[in-house]
C-alpha cells in the first residue's frame, strides 16, 4: 500500500498536511497506551488512545493494510486523509493530528470525543427542546458550509456521525465515504466520476436524498437533505423517513411520506418543510437557511458561535 504519510506509492502530491513550526517527532503506536473501542469500520477500528509521553488523549484510527488493499479501498483511504487534511481548522469538524503506519496498519491520530454521538443524546433524552435543537442544528449548518466551501461534500450526515467534544459542541466525523468534488481532472481519487454520479456508495437508508435514489446523483446538496432530517429528529426524537426495511423508507423518501408528531413546533416545521423538497435545486440553500425565523438568535460569526457556551440539555 503507498504510504499514506509520503504518498511515495506514486500518486500525486496531496494537500500538504500543515505542519507545526516544530514537527512533531515521527510518533509510532508504541507512544500511546491503547484503550476502549470507540467504533468498528469494515477495515477499521478507532481506539482511545493516551500519549504516554504528553498525556494527551486521542482516537486513532487504526485502518488493516491488508484489508484495505484486497479490498481495494485504498482510494477511499487517501480520500479520507485529504478531505481531513483540508478542513483541519474548523472547529466543528474532527482534527486529524498526523498519521504513521507500520507493517501492518495505518494510524490516523484524531481529536478525540469524550460525550459520545448526538444519537445517543437524542435517545437519552428522547428528544431535545427548541434551544439546543436550534444551537446544535447551527453548529452543523456552519460545519456543512464549511465542507462544502472547501469542495467536500461527507454524503453520510446523521445523528450517529455527529459527536459532542468536552464542551458540549459537536465535532462531525467520518469523512471515509465523503466525495472530494474539485479534484484537477485526471486525478481519479474519487470511485465515482467527477460529476457527483454515485456509482457505488449510498448513504445510510434513513438520511439518503431522493436524488441519489432516483437518478443516482449526489451534490452538496445530499447534505442539505440530510441536515433536514437530523433537524426533525433533534425534536420528534427519530428519524422522518423509516420503514421496516430499506426498500420500504426508500419508497417514503422519493414519495416525500413523511409527518409531524403532535406539537411538534410550528416554526420548525416552516423550515423543514423548506428542506426536505424532493428536487435539489428547490431545496433551500445554506444562505437562505440561515436567514430563517428558526435560527433568528443566531449570529453566524464563526468565533461567536464557536465559543458561545451550548444551552443546557432540558
Ligand atoms: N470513523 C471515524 O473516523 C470515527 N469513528 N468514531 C467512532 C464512531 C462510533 C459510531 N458512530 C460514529 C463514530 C470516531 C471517529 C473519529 C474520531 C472519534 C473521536 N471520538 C469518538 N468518540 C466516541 C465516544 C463515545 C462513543 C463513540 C465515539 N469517536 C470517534
Known amino acids: 500500500l503507498p504510504p499514506v504519510d509520503d504518498y511515495s506509492g506514486g500518486l500525486p502530491t496531496p494537500v500538504p498536511a500543515p505542519r507545526p513550526s516544530n514537527?512533531?517527532?515521527q510518533k509510532q503506536a508504541q507512544d500511546f497506551n491503547f484503550g476502549k473501542?470507540?467504533?468498528?469500520?469494515?477495515?477499521?477500528?478507532?481506539?482511545?488512545?493516551?500519549?504516554?509521553q504528553s498525556l494527551k488523549e486521542y482516537a486513532i484510527k487504526v485502518l488493516d493494510k491488508?484489508?484495505?488493499?484486497?479490498?481495494?479501498?485504498?482510494?477511499?483511504?487517501?480520500?479520507?486523509?485529504?478531505?481531513?487534511?483540508?478542513?483541519?481548522?474548523?472547529p466543528g469538524i474532527i482534527q486529524l493530528y498526523?498519521?504513521?503506519?507500520?507493517?501492518?496498519?495505518?494510524?490516523?491520530?484524531?481529536?478525540?470525543?469524550?460525550n459520545g454521538e448526538l444519537l445517543s443524546l437524542i435517545k437519552r433524552l428522547g428528544s431535545l427542546d427548541?434551544?439546543?435543537?436550534?444551537?446544535?442544528?447551527?453548529?452543523?449548518?456552519?460545519?456543512?458550509?464549511?465542507?462544502?466551501?472547501?469542495?467536500?461534500?461527507?454524503?453520510d450526515i446523521k445523528p450517529e456521525n455527529i459527536?459532542?467534544?468536552?464542551?458540549?459542541?459537536?465535532?462531525?466525523?467520518?469523512?471515509?465515504?465523503?466525495?472530494?468534488?474539485?479534484?484537477?481532472?485526471?486525478?481519479?481519487?474519487?470511485?465515482?466520476?467527477?460529476?457527483?454520479?454515485?456509482?457505488?456508495?449510498?448513504?445510510?437508508?434513513?438520511y439518503v436524498s431522493p436524488e441519489l435514489l432516483t437518478q443516482k446523483y449526489a451534490g452538496k446538496m445530499a447534505d442539505i437533505w440530510a441536515y433536514g432530517c437530523v433537524l426533525y429528529q433533534m425534536v420528534a426524537g427519530r428519524?422522518?423517513?423509516?420503514?421496516?426495511?430499506?426498500?420500504?423508507?426508500?419508497?417514503?423518501?422519493?414519495?416525500?411520506?413523511?409527518?409531524?408528531p403532535p406539537g411538534f413546533p410550528?416554526?420548525?416545521?416552516?423550515?423543514?418543510?423548506?428542506?426536505?423538497?424532493?428536487?435539489?435545486?428547490?431545496?433551500?440553500?445554506?444562505?437562505?437557511?440561515?436567514?430563517?425565523?428558526?435560527?433568528?438568535s443566531i449570529s453566524w460569526d464563526r468565533d461567536a458561535l464557536w465559543n458561545s457556551t451550548p444551552p443546557k440539555l432540558a
Open 23 to 25: 514537527p512533531a517527532p
Open 266 to 296: 410550528i416554526g420548525l416545521r416552516d423550515l423543514i418543510k423548506q428542506i426536505l423538497v424532493l428536487d435539489p435545486a428547490k431545496r433551500l440553500p445554506i444562505s437562505k437557511i440561515k436567514q430563517h425565523q428558526f435560527l433568528s
Open 37 to 52: 473501542s470507540l467504533g468498528e469500520g469494515s477495515y477499521s477500528t478507532v481506539i482511545a488512545a493516551t500519549d504516554r
Open 66 to 90: 491488508h484489508h484495505i488493499t484486497k479490498e481495494k479501498k485504498v482510494k477511499y483511504v487517501h480520500i479520507e486523509k485529504e478531505t481531513l487534511v483540508r478542513l483541519g481548522d474548523h
Open 163 to 206: 459527536l459532542l467534544n468536552k464542551d458540549m459542541h459537536i465535532l462531525v466525523t467520518d469523512f471515509g465515504t465523503a466525495k472530494i468534488i474539485d479534484y484537477p481532472e485526471g486525478l481519479d481519487y474519487s470511485p465515482e466520476s467527477q460529476d457527483c454520479r454515485a456509482k457505488s456508495f449510498v448513504g445510510t437508508a434513513e
Open 239 to 260: 428519524p422522518p423517513f423509516k420503514a421496516a426495511n430499506e426498500y420500504q423508507t426508500f419508497q417514503k423518501i422519493v414519495k416525500l411520506r413523511f409527518s409531524y
Open 98 to 114: 498526523y498519521t504513521f503506519q507500520d507493517a501492518q496498519s495505518l494510524y490516523f491520530v484524531l481529536e478525540i470525543a469524550p
Open 130 to 155: 427548541l434551544a439546543c435543537t436550534c444551537y446544535y442544528g447551527a453548529e452543523l449548518l456552519d460545519a456543512i458550509e464549511y465542507m462544502h466551501s472547501k469542495g467536500i461534500i461527507h454524503r
